[in-house]
């Protein structure tokens, strides 16, 4: 009898465990549900009064992934300013009730109200991406501050980030992949920019950002290996001119001014023909004045589509 009592108490015990662990979970998945409804709520809600009762519904959530969305509102400058000052609200609201993140919200909104994206990123980078916990909002927040500070490429790879943490947890739809684009533009302009200022080193760097996971049509948009070929010219790598050429020929990037820079390297590169020091000197010229004449039609181009759509905005 003693051993069956225990059989019974035992079996009991383990029900009863059970049975709070399966509501407990089923809790738990009702909260994760209803926090990611509020976050994908407040992120695309069209009416103020919506997204103020989403942000304050977020400000009793304990979870990581509200803090970034939050934060993200806050720091919006195009979001309604209700809003904004319910995100604020709510951000203050979890840092008196979420103990785990207490202090590193109390940090996130001071930089936030200072402006600080550097130690906003510092902030986000040392408490969120240490830990691997690989949110994608994380990596949207860190985007978008890099982005407010004109750090182009480093928005990029933030947001490529994002982008491929978002295919595994739906998010965001199509709006990192929007705020990629963006960062090409920007970096595009840039680079011209410095091209035409003689800063040659710095323009190739933009363009080299730009060239990384650019999508076919946005390839023949913006000719990035074109604009690399010319400012490798220009800086006299004659090598790599013509292996960024021969990528501009292989994306169909402006096909008649890529084969023309493209004969022009192969005269001065072919080895089995060498030049004369006059032969030489004149095939330079030739190709710095060419780089010259491309560049001036690709940003006359660029400048012309810009005109055609309104800039995205980083908020």
């Known amino acids: 009898m003693p051993e069956l009592l225990i059989v019974i108490g035992i079996l009991a015990l383990t029900a009863l465990v ?51 969305v939050l934060l993200d509102v806050v720091n919006d400058q195009q979001a309604d300013q209700t809003v904004r000052k319910a995100a604020a609200d709510a951000l203050s609201a979890m840092s008196t009730d979420y103990r785990k993140y207490k202090q590193v919200i109390a940090e996130l909104i001071s930089a936030s109200e200072l402006q600080d994206h550097s130690r906003l990123i510092e902030i986000l980078t040392i408490n969120f991406e240490k830990s691997g916990a690989g949110y994608v909002q994380t990596a949207h927040v860190i985007g978008r501050a890099y982005l407010r500070q004109e ?13 491929t943490r978002n295919i595994i947890t739906p998010f965001y739809g199509n709006q990192i992949q929007q705020l990629i684009v963006e960062c090409d533009q920007r970096l595009i302009a840039k680079g011209d920019e410095l091209f035409k200022s003689g800063e040659y080193h710095q323009a190739r760097e933009r363009y080299s950002a730009a060239s990384h ?103």
């Not at 990611?36 to 009064?49: E, G, H, K, P, Y």
């Not at 519904?57 to 970034?68: C, N, T």
């Not at 790598?237 to 013509?242: E, I, K, N, T, V």
Request: glycine letters at 4%; a negative charge.
């Open 213 to 315: 996971g650019l999508s076919n049509e946005e390839s023949l948009r913006y000719s990035e290996f074109l604009r690399l070929a010319c400012v490798y010219c220009k800086l006299g790598d004659y090598d790599a001119a013509d292996q960024a050429g021969l990528h501009a020929l292989k994306n169909g990037q402006e096909t008649d001014m890529s084969l023309a820079l493209n004969k022009l390297l192969q005269q001065l590169l072919d080895r089995n023909h060498p030049r004369s020091a006059q032969q030489r000197e004149r095939i330079v010229s030739e190709i710095d004045n060419l780089a010259t004449e491309i560049m001036e039609k690709l940003c006359v181009q660029t400048t012309d589509e810009a005109g055609e759509q309104a800039q995205p905005s980083i908020g």
């Open 18 to 68: 059970v049975t709070v662990v399966t509501r407990w979970s089923s809790k738990q998945d009702h909260m994760n549900e209803m926090v990611s409804f509020c976050m994908r709520f407040l992120i695309d809600s069209r009416r103020a009064s919506e997204g103020r009762e989403a942000a304050m519904a977020l400000g009793q959530a304990k979870d990581p992934r509200a803090i970034m």
């Open 151 to 163: 750090h182009y490429a480093d928005a990029k790879e933030w947001f490529r980030i994002a982008k």
